[in-house]
């Protein structure tokens, strides 16, 4: 599929409109999810597709989009980074931790590798203060870390 935005195929919404009969507004946050599924974030060309195909408003839409972490408005990597920023990593070098991240995949916070293998992300506890300093790799936890076992850590994830 071209991710190139205003190019992207409107198919794999009315696949997900047509299985999911007279969307109306209780359905927003299955349909939301399903479109990610397909597509890989939320692309505003077809965010507004949906709100024309159901009769859902565009702000309700956004709305639910822009509340819940679960969404992304952008191109989105394979895989999520969330490193910790909070106090209890902070004073264990979490920022070194930061850093090795930044250096292995020559992206900032925030930003996505032009592969889209990594988002890089930081959080302000990942409530695991206990492990400190601590990332997440998706939905596995390596805490204790150190800035040397980053990038093998990094490496398994294709
Ligand atoms: S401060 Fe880092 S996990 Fe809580």
């Known amino acids: 599929m071209d ?3 205003g190019s992207l195929s409107l198919e794999p919404l009315d696949n997900i409109l047509a299985s999911i009969p007279d969307a109306g507004d209780c359905d927003l946050i299955p349909i939301l999810q399903k479109i990610q599924e397909a597509y890989g974030y ?10 024309d195909r159901t009769g859902i ?12 972490e679960q969404f992304y408005l952008e191109p989105h ?10 106090t209890a990593c902070h004073v264990k070098s979490g920022r070194d931790i930061i850093r090795a991240i ?5 992206v900032q916070e925030g930003e996505t590798t032009d592969d889209m293998r990594f988002t890089f992300e930081t959080v302000a ?4 203060c206990f492990l400190a300093p601590v990332m997440m790799v998706n939905d596995d936890y390596y805490g204790h870390l150190a800035p040397n076992k980053v990038k093998d850590i990094l490496e398994r994830y294709d």
Do not use: D, N
């Open 3 to 5: 991710l190139k935005e």
């Open 42 to 51: 939320l692309p505003p060309s077809v965010l507004a597709a949906t709100s």
């Open 57 to 68: 408003a565009a702000s309700r839409i956004y709305g639910v989009a822009t509340f819940y």
């Open 77 to 86: 990597g394979r895989h999520t980074i969330k490193c910790c920023r909070g």
């Open 102 to 106: 930044s250096r292995a995949l020559g």
């Open 125 to 128: 506890c990942l409530g695991t």
